[in-house]
Protein backbone atom coordinates (compact mmCIF):
# COMPACT_ATOMS: atom_id res chain seq x y z
CA UNK A 1 0.00 0.00 0.00
CA UNK A 2 1.53 3.33 -1.01
CA UNK A 3 1.19 5.94 1.58
CA UNK A 4 4.39 7.84 0.65
CA UNK A 5 2.47 9.81 -1.65
CA UNK A 6 2.61 14.14 -0.98
CA UNK A 7 -1.21 14.12 -1.35
CA UNK A 8 -1.56 11.02 1.23
CA UNK A 9 0.95 12.15 3.53
CA UNK A 10 -1.10 15.78 4.12
CA UNK A 11 -3.92 14.40 4.60
CA UNK A 12 -2.72 11.47 7.26
CA UNK A 13 -0.90 14.08 9.01
CA UNK A 14 -4.39 15.39 9.94
CA UNK A 15 -5.29 12.40 11.75
CA UNK A 16 -6.01 12.50 15.08
CA UNK A 17 -4.53 8.97 15.82
CA UNK A 18 -1.85 8.93 12.96
CA UNK A 19 0.44 6.28 13.93
CA UNK A 20 -2.35 3.91 14.61
CA UNK A 21 -4.15 4.74 11.44
CA UNK A 22 -1.13 4.10 9.60
CA UNK A 23 -0.18 0.56 11.02
CA UNK A 24 -3.76 -0.33 10.36
CA UNK A 25 -3.63 0.67 6.86
CA UNK A 26 -0.17 -1.75 6.32
CA UNK A 27 -2.46 -4.78 8.20
CA UNK A 28 -5.35 -4.15 5.69
CA UNK A 29 -2.21 -3.90 2.55
CA UNK A 30 -1.60 -7.40 3.82
CA UNK A 31 -4.46 -9.19 3.76
CA UNK A 32 -6.71 -7.30 1.55
CA UNK A 33 -3.76 -5.82 -1.37
CA UNK A 34 -6.69 -4.75 -3.73
CA UNK A 35 -7.76 -2.06 -2.17
CA UNK A 36 -6.48 1.11 -2.43
CA UNK A 37 -5.70 4.51 -0.90
CA UNK A 38 -6.31 7.63 -2.07
CA UNK A 39 -7.39 10.76 -1.14
CA UNK A 40 -10.56 13.00 -1.88
CA UNK A 41 -13.28 15.45 -0.55
CA UNK A 42 -15.70 14.51 1.48
CA UNK A 43 -19.13 16.54 2.12
CA UNK A 44 -21.14 16.36 5.10
CA UNK A 45 -25.15 16.94 5.31
CA UNK A 46 -24.95 20.77 5.67
CA UNK A 47 -22.28 21.01 2.81
CA UNK A 48 -19.02 21.45 4.56
CA UNK A 49 -16.48 19.39 3.54
CA UNK A 50 -13.39 17.74 4.65
CA UNK A 51 -10.58 15.74 3.02
CA UNK A 52 -9.89 12.47 3.66
CA UNK A 53 -8.62 9.12 2.89
CA UNK A 54 -10.41 6.64 1.41
CA UNK A 55 -9.92 2.92 0.53
CA UNK A 56 -11.21 1.95 -3.07
CA UNK A 57 -11.16 -1.97 -4.52
CA UNK A 58 -12.92 -4.80 -4.70
CA UNK A 59 -13.70 -7.91 -2.16
CA UNK A 60 -14.04 -11.54 -3.80
CA UNK A 61 -18.04 -13.25 -3.14
CA UNK A 62 -18.79 -16.40 -3.96
CA UNK A 63 -22.64 -17.10 -5.02
CA UNK A 64 -23.99 -20.01 -5.70
CA UNK A 65 -21.05 -21.59 -7.43
CA UNK A 66 -19.54 -18.75 -8.94
CA UNK A 67 -17.22 -15.89 -7.80
CA UNK A 68 -17.54 -12.38 -7.80
CA UNK A 69 -15.60 -9.05 -7.11
CA UNK A 70 -18.03 -6.88 -5.47
CA UNK A 71 -16.41 -3.07 -5.54
CA UNK A 72 -16.70 -1.01 -2.59
CA UNK A 73 -15.35 2.40 -1.30
CA UNK A 74 -14.53 2.38 2.70
CA UNK A 75 -13.81 6.30 4.14
CA UNK A 76 -11.71 6.74 6.85
CA UNK A 77 -12.62 9.70 8.97
CA UNK A 78 -9.95 11.59 10.83
CA UNK A 79 -10.36 9.89 13.80
CA UNK A 80 -9.84 6.18 12.64
CA UNK A 81 -9.32 3.73 13.71
CA UNK A 82 -11.52 4.57 16.67
CA UNK A 83 -14.49 5.31 14.74
CA UNK A 84 -15.45 3.22 12.14
CA UNK A 85 -15.06 3.64 8.29
CA UNK A 86 -18.17 4.89 6.02
CA UNK A 87 -18.58 1.64 4.00
CA UNK A 88 -20.32 2.13 0.70
CA UNK A 89 -20.65 -0.08 -3.00
CA UNK A 90 -19.52 1.07 -5.84
CA UNK A 91 -21.96 -0.26 -8.64
CA UNK A 92 -20.25 0.01 -12.16
CA UNK A 93 -23.04 0.70 -15.06
CA UNK A 94 -24.14 -2.67 -15.67
CA UNK A 95 -24.82 -3.12 -11.94
CA UNK A 96 -27.62 -2.17 -9.77
CA UNK A 97 -27.69 -1.97 -6.14
CA UNK A 98 -29.91 -4.87 -4.66
CA UNK A 99 -31.88 -3.70 -1.39
CA UNK A 100 -31.51 -5.44 1.56
CA UNK A 101 -30.77 -6.64 5.45
CA UNK A 102 -27.18 -5.26 5.16
CA UNK A 103 -27.44 -1.98 1.95
CA UNK A 104 -29.77 0.57 1.59
CA UNK A 105 -30.97 1.72 -1.41
CA UNK A 106 -28.14 4.42 -1.77
CA UNK A 107 -25.41 2.02 -1.46
CA UNK A 108 -24.47 2.39 2.19
CA UNK A 109 -23.27 -0.62 3.87
CA UNK A 110 -24.53 -1.61 7.64
CA UNK A 111 -23.14 -4.82 9.27
CA UNK A 112 -23.06 -5.74 12.99
CA UNK A 113 -18.92 -5.43 13.07
CA UNK A 114 -19.99 -1.39 12.17
CA UNK A 115 -22.38 -1.16 14.86
CA UNK A 116 -20.36 -2.76 17.52
CA UNK A 117 -17.35 -1.18 16.60
CA UNK A 118 -14.82 -1.29 19.50
CA UNK A 119 -11.27 -0.89 18.54
CA UNK A 120 -8.67 -2.78 19.05
CA UNK A 121 -11.08 -5.76 19.34
CA UNK A 122 -12.63 -4.24 15.75
CA UNK A 123 -10.66 -3.69 12.29
CA UNK A 124 -11.05 -3.25 8.92
CA UNK A 125 -9.75 -6.38 8.07
CA UNK A 126 -12.72 -8.26 10.43
CA UNK A 127 -15.12 -6.09 8.37
CA UNK A 128 -14.50 -6.64 5.23
CA UNK A 129 -14.58 -10.82 6.26
CA UNK A 130 -17.65 -9.75 7.97
CA UNK A 131 -18.69 -8.35 4.39
CA UNK A 132 -17.67 -11.33 2.28
CA UNK A 133 -19.47 -13.79 4.59
CA UNK A 134 -23.03 -11.49 4.35
CA UNK A 135 -22.91 -11.06 0.97
CA UNK A 136 -22.14 -14.33 0.04
CA UNK A 137 -25.76 -15.18 1.58
CA UNK A 138 -27.23 -11.51 0.19
CA UNK A 139 -25.43 -10.47 -2.41
CA UNK A 140 -25.89 -6.54 -2.89
CA UNK A 141 -25.57 -5.72 -6.58
CA UNK A 142 -26.80 -7.75 -9.72
CA UNK A 143 -26.61 -7.44 -13.56
CA UNK A 144 -29.21 -4.93 -15.30
CA UNK A 145 -31.51 -6.08 -16.36
CA UNK A 146 -31.62 -5.57 -20.65
CA UNK A 147 -34.69 -4.51 -22.66
CA UNK A 148 -34.70 -8.00 -23.83
CA UNK A 149 -35.07 -9.58 -20.90
CA UNK A 150 -37.36 -7.87 -18.61
CA UNK A 151 -38.94 -9.28 -15.41
CA UNK A 152 -41.89 -7.29 -14.09
CA UNK A 153 -41.58 -8.99 -10.83
CA UNK A 154 -37.71 -8.11 -10.63
CA UNK A 155 -37.94 -4.82 -11.91
CA UNK A 156 -40.02 -3.95 -9.38
CA UNK A 157 -37.42 -5.12 -7.15
CA UNK A 158 -34.66 -2.61 -8.64
CA UNK A 159 -34.52 1.37 -8.19
CA UNK A 160 -34.71 3.34 -11.01
CA UNK A 161 -32.38 6.24 -11.97
CA UNK A 162 -30.08 5.29 -8.66
CA UNK A 163 -27.86 7.65 -7.68
CA UNK A 164 -24.74 7.19 -5.24
CA UNK A 165 -24.08 10.33 -2.81
CA UNK A 166 -21.84 8.31 -0.30
CA UNK A 167 -24.66 7.39 1.96
CA UNK A 168 -25.04 11.08 3.49
CA UNK A 169 -28.56 12.10 3.51
CA UNK A 170 -29.17 15.40 1.59
CA UNK A 171 -30.87 18.18 3.95
CA UNK A 172 -34.20 18.02 1.56
CA UNK A 173 -34.84 14.63 2.15
CA UNK A 174 -34.54 14.94 5.65
CA UNK A 175 -38.24 15.81 6.09
CA UNK A 176 -39.03 14.58 9.26
CA UNK A 177 -38.36 16.03 12.42
CA UNK A 178 -37.07 13.37 14.40
CA UNK A 179 -35.30 13.42 17.99
CA UNK A 180 -33.45 10.81 19.58
CA UNK A 181 -32.48 10.96 23.59
CA UNK A 182 -29.66 8.15 24.56
CA UNK A 183 -29.89 7.26 28.43
CA UNK A 184 -32.66 6.75 30.80
CA UNK A 185 -32.97 7.82 34.49
CA UNK A 186 -34.39 10.96 35.64
CA UNK A 187 -32.44 13.17 33.13
CA UNK A 188 -33.04 11.27 29.93
CA UNK A 189 -36.95 11.51 31.10
CA UNK A 190 -36.89 14.94 31.97
CA UNK A 191 -35.39 15.41 27.97
CA UNK A 192 -38.07 13.28 26.57
CA UNK A 193 -41.23 15.22 28.72
CA UNK A 194 -39.54 18.67 27.84
CA UNK A 195 -38.93 18.19 24.21
CA UNK A 196 -42.55 16.68 23.91
CA UNK A 197 -43.72 20.13 25.65
CA UNK A 198 -41.46 22.59 24.11
CA UNK A 199 -40.74 20.92 20.19
CA UNK A 200 -43.25 20.11 17.71
CA UNK A 201 -41.65 17.06 16.68
CA UNK A 202 -42.71 14.11 14.49
CA UNK A 203 -41.15 11.25 16.49
CA UNK A 204 -39.12 11.09 19.37
CA UNK A 205 -37.05 7.93 20.14
CA UNK A 206 -36.01 6.81 23.69
CA UNK A 207 -32.91 4.88 23.86
CA UNK A 208 -31.82 3.13 27.28
CA UNK A 209 -28.35 2.35 27.24
CA UNK A 210 -27.89 -1.05 29.29
CA UNK A 211 -24.45 -0.31 29.98
CA UNK A 212 -25.74 3.62 31.31
CA UNK A 213 -26.08 3.60 35.20
CA UNK A 214 -28.98 6.14 34.43
CA UNK A 215 -31.44 3.81 33.11
CA UNK A 216 -35.05 2.82 33.95
CA UNK A 217 -38.34 4.58 32.73
CA UNK A 218 -38.71 3.24 29.47
CA UNK A 219 -40.71 0.71 30.89
CA UNK A 220 -43.15 3.45 32.45
CA UNK A 221 -43.01 4.89 28.60
CA UNK A 222 -44.05 2.31 27.00
CA UNK A 223 -47.40 1.39 29.27
CA UNK A 224 -48.68 4.36 29.04
CA UNK A 225 -48.00 4.87 25.47
CA UNK A 226 -46.98 8.57 25.15
CA UNK A 227 -48.06 9.78 21.56
CA UNK A 228 -44.92 10.04 19.18
CA UNK A 229 -42.74 8.17 21.54
CA UNK A 230 -40.84 5.03 20.70
CA UNK A 231 -39.06 3.28 23.35
CA UNK A 232 -35.96 1.35 21.93
CA UNK A 233 -32.94 -0.69 23.08
CA UNK A 234 -31.28 -0.48 19.63
CA UNK A 235 -29.01 2.48 18.87
CA UNK A 236 -30.03 1.63 15.54
CA UNK A 237 -32.99 2.71 16.42
CA UNK A 238 -32.09 6.84 15.99
CA UNK A 239 -31.56 6.91 12.70
CA UNK A 240 -32.47 10.01 10.63
CA UNK A 241 -32.49 12.27 13.74
CA UNK A 242 -32.42 15.47 13.53
CA UNK A 243 -31.09 16.30 17.24
CA UNK A 244 -29.42 13.32 19.13
CA UNK A 245 -29.37 14.25 22.81
CA UNK A 246 -26.88 11.93 25.28
CA UNK A 247 -27.88 12.15 28.54
CA UNK A 248 -26.01 8.34 29.55
CA UNK A 249 -23.39 8.25 32.36
CA UNK A 250 -21.76 5.30 33.32
CA UNK A 251 -20.42 5.99 36.80
CA UNK A 252 -18.39 3.50 38.25
CA UNK A 253 -17.19 3.11 42.20
CA UNK A 254 -13.14 3.81 41.55
CA UNK A 255 -11.49 6.69 44.14
CA UNK A 256 -10.01 8.76 41.07
CA UNK A 257 -12.00 11.56 39.22
CA UNK A 258 -10.01 10.49 36.32
CA UNK A 259 -11.30 6.55 36.60
CA UNK A 260 -14.78 8.05 37.31
CA UNK A 261 -14.77 10.12 33.71
CA UNK A 262 -12.63 7.29 32.08
CA UNK A 263 -15.89 4.71 32.66
CA UNK A 264 -17.74 8.31 30.75
CA UNK A 265 -15.50 7.94 28.43
CA UNK A 266 -15.28 3.75 27.48
CA UNK A 267 -19.17 3.98 27.23
CA UNK A 268 -19.24 6.68 25.01
CA UNK A 269 -16.64 4.61 22.47
CA UNK A 270 -19.65 2.40 22.21
CA UNK A 271 -22.22 4.68 21.55
CA UNK A 272 -20.89 7.62 19.94
CA UNK A 273 -19.77 6.34 16.64
CA UNK A 274 -22.58 4.07 15.90
CA UNK A 275 -24.91 7.53 16.47
CA UNK A 276 -22.97 9.49 14.49
CA UNK A 277 -22.82 6.88 11.99
CA UNK A 278 -26.96 6.62 11.85
CA UNK A 279 -27.56 9.63 11.95
CA UNK A 280 -24.38 11.44 10.10
CA UNK A 281 -26.03 14.99 9.53
CA UNK A 282 -27.59 15.04 12.99
CA UNK A 283 -26.71 17.68 15.96
CA UNK A 284 -25.57 16.03 18.65
CA UNK A 285 -26.50 17.51 22.00
CA UNK A 286 -24.11 16.24 25.20
CA UNK A 287 -25.92 16.18 28.33
CA UNK A 288 -23.88 13.53 30.42
CA UNK A 289 -21.48 15.10 33.23
CA UNK A 290 -18.74 16.30 33.19
CA UNK A 291 -20.29 18.37 30.25
CA UNK A 292 -17.71 20.00 29.06
CA UNK A 293 -15.01 16.95 28.50
CA UNK A 294 -17.97 14.70 27.74
CA UNK A 295 -18.58 16.96 24.86
CA UNK A 296 -15.08 17.18 23.05
CA UNK A 297 -15.11 13.45 23.85
CA UNK A 298 -18.24 13.03 21.71
CA UNK A 299 -16.42 15.27 18.88
CA UNK A 300 -13.13 13.51 18.81
CA UNK A 301 -15.30 9.78 18.96
CA UNK A 302 -18.25 10.99 16.56
CA UNK A 303 -16.16 12.36 13.42
CA UNK A 304 -18.52 15.05 12.83
CA UNK A 305 -18.05 18.82 12.44
CA UNK A 306 -17.44 20.70 16.33
CA UNK A 307 -20.25 22.67 14.63
CA UNK A 308 -22.46 19.92 14.97
CA UNK A 309 -21.14 18.22 18.39
CA UNK A 310 -22.41 21.22 21.69
CA UNK A 311 -23.13 20.63 24.84
CA UNK A 312 -25.75 21.78 27.35
CA UNK A 313 -23.52 23.25 29.12
CA UNK A 314 -23.85 26.52 30.87
CA UNK A 315 -27.81 27.72 29.24
CA UNK A 316 -29.57 26.90 32.00
CA UNK A 317 -27.34 29.44 34.10
CA UNK A 318 -27.20 31.83 31.28
CA UNK A 319 -31.05 31.71 30.54
CA UNK A 320 -31.59 32.24 34.46
CA UNK A 321 -28.94 35.18 34.63
CA UNK A 322 -31.01 37.03 31.48
CA UNK A 323 -34.43 36.69 33.40
CA UNK A 324 -32.58 37.86 36.51
CA UNK A 325 -31.56 40.91 35.10
CA UNK A 326 -34.69 41.56 32.92
CA UNK A 327 -37.31 40.90 35.54
CA UNK A 328 -35.28 42.37 38.19
CA UNK A 329 -33.10 44.98 37.13
CA UNK A 330 -34.73 45.44 33.98
CA UNK A 331 -32.10 45.76 31.64
CA UNK A 332 -33.90 43.98 28.57
CA UNK A 333 -30.55 42.47 27.17
CA UNK A 334 -29.59 39.15 27.39
CA UNK A 335 -26.70 37.79 29.33
CA UNK A 336 -24.58 34.24 29.48
CA UNK A 337 -22.55 32.38 31.49
CA UNK A 338 -19.36 31.84 30.09
CA UNK A 339 -16.71 28.84 30.10
CA UNK A 340 -16.30 25.23 32.42
CA UNK A 341 -19.53 24.54 34.14
CA UNK A 342 -17.83 24.66 37.56
CA UNK A 343 -17.07 27.65 40.12
CA UNK A 344 -14.73 29.28 37.16
CA UNK A 345 -17.92 30.32 35.06
CA UNK A 346 -17.72 33.68 34.20
CA UNK A 347 -20.78 36.51 33.07
CA UNK A 348 -20.67 38.36 29.99
CA UNK A 349 -23.46 40.94 28.64
CA UNK A 350 -24.80 41.67 25.18
CA UNK A 351 -24.03 45.18 23.69
CA UNK A 352 -27.46 44.98 22.00
CA UNK A 353 -31.15 44.59 23.64
CA UNK A 354 -33.38 41.48 23.64
CA UNK A 355 -34.99 41.99 20.08
CA UNK A 356 -31.34 41.84 18.23
CA UNK A 357 -30.97 39.32 15.12
CA UNK A 358 -27.53 39.69 16.13
CA UNK A 359 -26.24 39.92 19.41
CA UNK A 360 -22.80 40.60 20.49
CA UNK A 361 -20.63 40.47 23.79
CA UNK A 362 -19.92 44.09 24.91
CA UNK A 363 -16.43 44.62 26.60
CA UNK A 364 -16.32 44.27 30.01
CA UNK A 365 -16.60 47.79 31.98
CA UNK A 366 -17.45 48.62 35.85
CA UNK A 367 -21.25 49.51 35.07
CA UNK A 368 -22.16 45.50 33.42
CA UNK A 369 -19.66 44.26 36.21
CA UNK A 370 -21.88 45.17 38.85
CA UNK A 371 -24.91 44.35 37.40
CA UNK A 372 -24.04 40.99 36.31
CA UNK A 373 -22.96 40.32 39.89
CA UNK A 374 -26.44 41.64 41.14
CA UNK A 375 -27.72 38.92 38.85
CA UNK A 376 -26.24 36.54 39.99
CA UNK A 377 -26.90 36.91 43.44
CA UNK A 378 -30.39 36.63 42.69
CA UNK A 379 -30.09 33.31 40.95
CA UNK A 380 -27.60 32.08 43.50
CA UNK A 381 -27.97 28.80 45.23
CA UNK A 382 -30.40 27.27 42.13
CA UNK A 383 -29.40 23.77 41.61
CA UNK A 384 -28.79 22.03 38.17
CA UNK A 385 -32.19 18.89 38.68
CA UNK A 386 -33.16 16.66 35.88
CA UNK A 387 -36.26 18.86 35.27
CA UNK A 388 -34.40 21.93 34.96
CA UNK A 389 -31.98 20.63 32.87
CA UNK A 390 -34.34 19.30 30.66
CA UNK A 391 -36.48 22.35 29.76
CA UNK A 392 -32.76 23.83 28.80
CA UNK A 393 -31.94 21.32 26.76
CA UNK A 394 -35.53 21.36 24.93
CA UNK A 395 -34.73 24.72 24.61
CA UNK A 396 -31.86 24.48 22.56
CA UNK A 397 -33.26 21.44 20.56
CA UNK A 398 -35.87 23.86 19.66
CA UNK A 399 -33.87 26.65 18.48
CA UNK A 400 -32.18 23.54 16.19
CA UNK A 401 -35.37 22.27 14.48
CA UNK A 402 -36.87 25.87 14.07
CA UNK A 403 -33.74 27.37 12.69
CA UNK A 404 -34.44 30.10 15.63
CA UNK A 405 -30.74 31.31 15.30
CA UNK A 406 -31.10 32.12 18.86
CA UNK A 407 -27.84 32.83 20.72
CA UNK A 408 -27.24 29.68 23.88
CA UNK A 409 -24.50 29.49 25.83
CA UNK A 410 -23.60 25.95 24.86
CA UNK A 411 -20.41 23.52 25.66
CA UNK A 412 -18.31 24.17 22.33
CA UNK A 413 -14.86 23.56 21.30
CA UNK A 414 -13.23 27.44 22.24
CA UNK A 415 -9.91 27.10 20.53
CA UNK A 416 -9.50 30.15 18.56
CA UNK A 417 -11.62 32.12 20.97
CA UNK A 418 -10.40 34.93 22.60
CA UNK A 419 -6.60 33.87 21.74
CA UNK A 420 -7.14 30.10 23.72
CA UNK A 421 -4.79 28.11 22.03
CA UNK A 422 -6.08 24.66 23.53
CA UNK A 423 -8.43 21.86 22.04
CA UNK A 424 -10.71 22.79 25.00
CA UNK A 425 -14.36 22.51 24.93
CA UNK A 426 -16.35 24.90 27.39
CA UNK A 427 -19.51 27.11 27.05
CA UNK A 428 -19.38 30.31 24.98
CA UNK A 429 -22.59 32.41 23.86
CA UNK A 430 -23.12 30.68 20.12
CA UNK A 431 -25.94 31.13 17.33
CA UNK A 432 -28.17 27.67 17.06
CA UNK A 433 -29.72 26.89 13.91
CA UNK A 434 -30.66 24.16 11.59
CA UNK A 435 -26.97 23.90 10.50
CA UNK A 436 -25.42 23.75 14.29
CA UNK A 437 -23.51 26.37 16.18
CA UNK A 438 -21.65 29.42 14.76
CA UNK A 439 -19.72 30.99 17.58
CA UNK A 440 -19.83 34.90 18.97
CA UNK A 441 -16.74 36.56 18.70
CA UNK A 442 -14.43 37.04 21.52
CA UNK A 443 -13.93 40.01 23.51
CA UNK A 444 -11.78 41.20 25.51
CA UNK A 445 -12.79 40.53 29.58
CA UNK A 446 -11.44 41.80 32.59
CA UNK A 447 -8.27 40.28 34.37
CA UNK A 448 -10.47 38.41 36.88
CA UNK A 449 -12.72 36.86 34.16
CA UNK A 450 -10.03 36.07 31.62
CA UNK A 451 -8.01 34.63 35.05
CA UNK A 452 -10.89 32.38 35.51
CA UNK A 453 -11.18 31.00 31.62
CA UNK A 454 -7.30 30.26 31.58
CA UNK A 455 -7.52 28.10 35.00
CA UNK A 456 -10.70 25.87 33.16
CA UNK A 457 -8.52 25.75 29.72
CA UNK A 458 -5.52 24.41 31.84
CA UNK A 459 -7.75 22.15 34.50
CA UNK A 460 -9.95 20.88 31.02
CA UNK A 461 -6.64 19.99 29.37
CA UNK A 462 -4.51 18.55 31.89
CA UNK A 463 -7.80 16.22 32.48
CA UNK A 464 -8.60 15.38 28.94
CA UNK A 465 -4.84 13.78 28.68
CA UNK A 466 -5.44 11.56 31.21
CA UNK A 467 -7.83 10.02 29.00
CA UNK A 468 -7.60 6.97 27.12
CA UNK A 469 -9.72 7.79 24.04
Not at 252 to 260: A, D, K, M, P, T
Amino acid sequence: MDLKSEKIQRILSKYKFHDVAVEELQKIHRLFPEMRPSTATYTYTDSTQKDLLKLTGVIPVKYKGRSYNIPIKLWLLDSFPFTPPICLLRPTSNMVIREGKHVNAKGRIYLPGLHNWDYPKSSVVGLLNEMISKFEEEPPLSSKITEDSKDPHQLLAFVSNLQISDGRVKPEEQQTLKVSVIGGGDLGMACVMSILSKCNVDKLVFIDVAESSTKGGSTDLEIFSVPKVEVSRDLSASAGSRVVVVTANAWSGEQSYVSVVQTNVDLYRKIIPNLARFSPGAIMLIASQPVDIMTHVAWRQSGLPPTHVVGAGCNLDSERLSHALDINLNTHKPAWVIGELSDNKVSVMSSIGLSSDTPEITPGSNSTKLLLDRAFELIKNRGQRSWSVGLSVADITNSILTNKMKAHSISTLAQGWGGIGAEVFFSLPCIMGANGSTRLAGVSLGQEQDSKLRESVASLSNLMSQLQM
